[in-house]
């Protein structure tokens, strides 16, 4: 496969097409399943939902992570998907939290296998993407990143007074089950901080 049919398929997610990755990667996703490991599909960018596409977006994401059905062609194959996450960097704000209830109510209704949801929100807070679905408590797990924004940086560069004051007053009392707390592993890891 090119990269520019590589890159094709990509933007066809972004715009919710859900033609997500190429078949052959999902030998790997079996291959990490196999490992008993949880494998989440990362919706990322600048899209911009409607009200309808979000919902139309959630119904194609399920249909294509409902792995265990025989169905028709799927992206993954018959390889397994245990969860969606929300990565969104760009664009505007509306709808995200839609399409993250609308993933919840679905995964809620699947008794084969628990779903999860997943955000990496910025540590600014609210996050202005993800603010409204992070405060309803529709994730299971928030990844709050520390980096590549530079006033994130700012929270950390210069000491953990400022680090600790931002988690300690606004993450700490997020509705996730899980929250974690994502930093650099060096001054190098991060292009913009």
């Keep these: 496969m090119t990269v520019s049919e590589y890159k094709r398929r990509f933007q066809e997610l972004s715009e919710f097409y859900m033609h997500m990755i190429p078949d052959d990667h999902a030998k790997k996703v079996r291959f990490i399943d196999g ?3 949880n494998i989440a599909l990362t919706l990322a960018g600048s899209v911009h939902p409607t009200y309808q596409s979000a919902r139309d977006a959630a119904l194609e994401l399920e249909r294509q992570v409902e792995m265990r059905k025989p169905s028709r062609r799927r992206s993954f194959e018959d390889a397994v998907l245990d969860g969606v996450d929300f990565h969104i960097e760009g664009g505007n704000f509306y709808y995200y939290d839609n399409l993250a209830r609308y993933m919840k109510e679905l995964f809620d209704q699947k008794q ?3 779903y999860y949801l997943s955000a990496v929100p910025h540590c600014h807070y609210p996050d202005y993407y993800l603010g409204n679905a992070i405060d309803e408590g529709l994730f299971d797990f928030i990844w709050v ?3 590549n924004n530079p006033s994130c940086k700012n929270s950390f560069v210069f000491g953990l007074d ?3 004051f931002s988690w300690n007053h606004y993450w700490i009392h997020s ?3 899980q929250l974690f707390l994502g930093l650099p592993a060096s ?3 991060a292009r913009m901080g």
């Design 35 to 37: 490992l008993n490991e």
């Design 112 to 114: 084969t296998q628990a």
């Design 145 to 147: 990143q520390f980096y």
């Design 162 to 164: 400022k680090l600790l």
């Design 175 to 177: 509705n996730a089950s």
């Design 187 to 189: 001054i190098y890891a």
